[in-house]
């Protein structure tokens, strides 16, 4: 079957460093989406990933590594508004998107 | 500014009522999806539609329905709603059939006692 598993939770500090990660079984690979969901609101997208590397898009950066199914999401000079659940997905060979249950970022003061 | 409208924030049935759950695109997308969200599992799509007319089965198709009529708008309908379809229903629209970038209404929240 197809599973994507993230961390169900984790806590970081107000203008410190944290790394969210993801790993993958799925049937194909069309690409890695990050998207970001604010208590009671609808999920934001964050970035995308297709090949492997980093890629930097202000103080978020997501990594993507294909043959390790892995990926991450780094967030930078955690602010308090950063609180919130992050979701992975990956789109499979059929273009579905396959849903983590998502991780939830407390940041405290 | 994009925009995916949820008819409703809160909703509250009792067994065996029908609901309808509406959504509106503004832009102009082909393709538009019904999730549920639940606590500890991820996203689980319903149903979703790739043009008018036309709906695909998703992942938990079962005591659901849904009709599109017109390109901006997809409902989703539960005939007799019980109470383990309590739950956030999130519809999102995407450009093409191969992107993974959605956009999402602000869901709706249904309890059914």
């Known amino acids: 079957g197809q599973n994507i598993d993230q961390p169900t939770e984790m806590t970081a500090t107000e203008g410190a460093i944290v790394q969210i990660n993801c790993t993958y079984q799925t049937s194909g690979f069309n690409g890695l989406f990050w998207y970001q969901q604010h208590a009671g609101e609808a999920p934001t997208f964050l970035s995308y990933?297709?090949l492997d590397g980093l890629e930097e898009k202000g103080r978020f950066s997501s990594f993507l590594s294909r043959s390790k199914g892995y990926s991450y999401l780094l967030l930078k000079e955690l602010q308090m508004k950063d609180s919130a659940s992050y979701l992975c997905a990956v789109l499979d060979s059929n273009y579905q998107l396959i849903w983590g249950a998502g991780t939830k970022l407390i940041i405290k003061p | 500014d994009v925009k995916v409208t949820q008819s409703s924030r809160y909703l509250v049935k009792r067994t065996g009522e029908k609901v309808f759950l509406e959504c509106v695109q503004d832009m102009d997308h082909e393709n538009m999806f019904w999730y549920r969200q639940d606590p500890g599992l991820g996203l689980r799509l319903i149903y979703f539609?790739?043009?008018?007319?036309?709906?695909e089965k998703g992942d938990i198709p079962e005591g659901y329905s849904v009709s599109r009529e017109k390109k901006e708008r997809f409902s989703l309908i539960l005939e007799s709603a019980s109470t383990n379809q309590t739950s956030m229903y999130l519809c999102?629209?995407?450009?093409?059939?191969?992107?993974?970038?959605?956009?999402f209404g602000e869901g709706s929240r249904l309890t059914v006692l």
């Open positions: 990933n297709v």
């Open positions: 999102a629209s995407s450009l093409t059939w191969e992107a993974g970038e959605l956009f």
């Open positions: 539609s790739y043009d008018v007319k036309m709906k």
